[in-house]
């Protein structure tokens, strides 16, 4: 048997825990992982497409280590199932938070197995304590100065943080404290 490739997909604004819950446990279930991350101007996304992309490598180099796989990130604006074909991936990786998740996810295999029998999807459950998380709710939060630490890599965080304050945007601890958004919001100052 060949390498083994999988392709996990999305728009990654930004990069959660959730997610990288996901890539973790796909790295065991392949010996290269292609992370594709989507142009998808139609989120109206927080970050440039390179913003996303440098942030996903940042954040999945460790996790190759650990695994002892090789994991690439690539940008992609084509139909996903063209995009598989050209990375050589035999499997595409899918994230589910909840029911809403499984049936779009649903129809999309559908479609997707219409255009390309040869290749699987394969879902993966998000752990329990990252069941919760979206990108589109960590952007929310941010946006109006809540804590994100909980959601999304110290790195990430700041990214986020320093993004929105360029908008205006203070953020406050759960203590009342204003975060110096340069400071990955370990330490803070007071108001």
Known sequence: MGKRTGLYPGTFDPITNGHLDIISRAAKLVDHLVIGVAINEGKGPLFT??????????????????????????PFDILLMHFAEKVGAQIIIRGLRAVSDFEYEFQMVGMNMQLNRTIETVFLMAGAEHQAIASRLVKEIASLGGDISQFVSPYVATRV???????????????????????????????
């Open 161 to 191: 943080r320093e993004e929105f304050t360029a908008r205006g945007v203070k953020f406050v601890t759960r203590s009342g404290r204003v975060v110096d958004s340069r400071r990955n919001g370990v330490k803070a100052k007071a108001k």
């Open 49 to 74: 497409l390179e913003e996303r992309v440098e942030m996903v490598r940042h954040e999945v180099a460790p996790v190759a280590k650990a695994q002892g796989v090789t994991i690439s990130v690539e």
